[in-house]
């Protein structure tokens, strides 16, 4: 059996259409995309080709920015739901019914949500912060070296004028290399607010479960770092104070503490946290020349 194949098969039978059916379930799938190599999914000329890569000399760094080649997305595969089958009732009820029961009797595929893709980067590459909203997501780096900064959310309400900007801590902010370890991002934790930029020319594997959906609430947003304005209108960072009180300088954007409080407005205090950086995050729309354009997958053909 192919090793994209392999790997199919655990995300069916490990997948359901709400995520992961447990922990465990996660790990499955995780140890068999950690098995996976560039020729695997028909990336073994590229991978080839990013050992002996250099980096080029930049004589104008904006003809390099304007030159540069574009982020390409090879799809291997997506499985929406059968619930999606609703969306043809108004067209044939009784075919949809239908469908469905047998669906359901059958435990057919169709009973989980899933997207496999690869998304080829070239070096000096960005894909902005942006989140995964209700997702679990698996990342295998195939090939080539990235920087992978990623936050997850600080689970706090705030108030209504302030909605639009959000604290969130840092839990991974490094490069790193293939071949390494697949990366997990979950729904609350693991980094589910992540941006990527490319060392080297590098292919990342990546699995949504489920997928992308704005009809279900899974719209994929863009976010940047910022200062936060204060409800009296002064710009500030986070007010933090150690424990003893006393007020902790601060480099104007984000800061790293231990055993710390953080007052973000009156009323509302942040549990004791160790060793965390913590910004402010705000949703934006990325420069129109961010494109991720897609591309042919050359790999195995999945036998559903």
């Not at 790193?176 to 934790?189: D, F, K, N, Q, Y």
């Not at 009809?215 to 910022?226: E, L, N, P, Q, W």
């Not at 205090?269 to 965390?276: A, N, P, V």
């Not at 950086?277 to 991720?292: A, G, K, M, S, T």
Request: hydrophobic share 35%; glycine share 4%.
């Amino acid at each position: 059996m192919a090793a994209i194949q392999k790997l199919y098969e655990v995300c069916k039978a490990s997948l359901s259409e709400k995520g992961p059916s447990s922990p465990e379930a996660v790990e499955n799938v995780r140890a068999v995309l950690d098995m996976i190599t560039p020729s695997d999914v028909g990336l073994e000329c590229e991978a080839q080709a990013v050992r002996v890569w250099r980096r080029p000399r930049v004589l104008n760094r904006k003809t390099v920015l304007h030159s540069s080649p574009a982020i390409r997305y090879r799809h291997i595969y997506e499985c929406k739901s059968f619930s999606h089958l609703y969306d043809c009732i108004t067209i044939s009820p009784l075919l949809s019914l239908v469908l469905l029961i047998c669906f359901e009797v059958a435990q057919c595929p169709f009973t989980f949500s899933l997207q496999i893709g690869i998304y080829c980067i070239p070096a000096s590459s960005i894909i902005p912060l942006h989140n995964h909203p209700g997702m679990t997501v698996l990342s295998k780096l195939l090939y080539g070296k990235v920087h992978v900064k990623a936050y997850d959310w600080i689970d706090i309400e705030e108030p209504g004028n302030l909605s639009k900007v959000r604290p969130a801590k840092v839990v991974r902010d490094g490069e790193i290399s293939a071949p390494c370890a697949a990366m997990v991002l979950r729904p609350t934790g693991g980094g589910n607010v992540h941006a990527l930029k490319a060392i080297t020319p590098c292919a990342i594997l990546d699995i949504l479960s489920p997928p992308y959906s704005s009809k279900d609430g899974r719209h994929c947003s863009y976010f940047r770092r910022r200062q936060k304005s204060h409800p009296t209108g002064q710009c500030c960072d986070l007010p933090w104070t150690k424990n003893n009180h006393d007020l902790l300088t601060k480099d104007g954007f984000s800061i790293s503490i231990t055993y710390m409080f953080a007052i973000v407005s009156p009323g509302i205090l942040w549990d004791r946290t160790r060793e965390s950086e913590f910004v402010w995050l705000e949703e934006y729309q990325p420069r129109d020349n961010f494109v991720i354009r897609r591309d042919l997958y050359t790999g195995p053909t999945l036998e559903l």
